[in-house]
């Protein structure tokens, strides 16, 4: 996936699994697979920051 401020590929900074909706009973718990990826253009204005993420289903 590319940066969507200068077009350059990114990089998987790091994932971690996110729990949402598990603070009420009636809503369905939804456990989320996120891999957030930076822009690794040193000349990009969002060089080494969080450009993208991504979420993954998990069940
Ligand atoms: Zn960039």
Redo the contacts with the bound molecule.
């Keep these: 996936m590319n940066?969507p401020?200068?077009?350059?590929l990114?990089k998987i900074e790091r994932g971690y699994v996110e729990v949402s909706g598990d603070d009420s009973p009636e809503e369905e718990t939804v456990v989320l697979y996120v891999q957030e990826l930076c822009?690794r253009?040193p000349s990009?204005?969002?060089?080494r920051q969080v450009?993208r993420r991504i979420q993954n289903r998990i069940r």
């Design positions: 940066c401020f200068c077009g350059c990114t822009c253009n990009c204005s969002s060089f450009v």
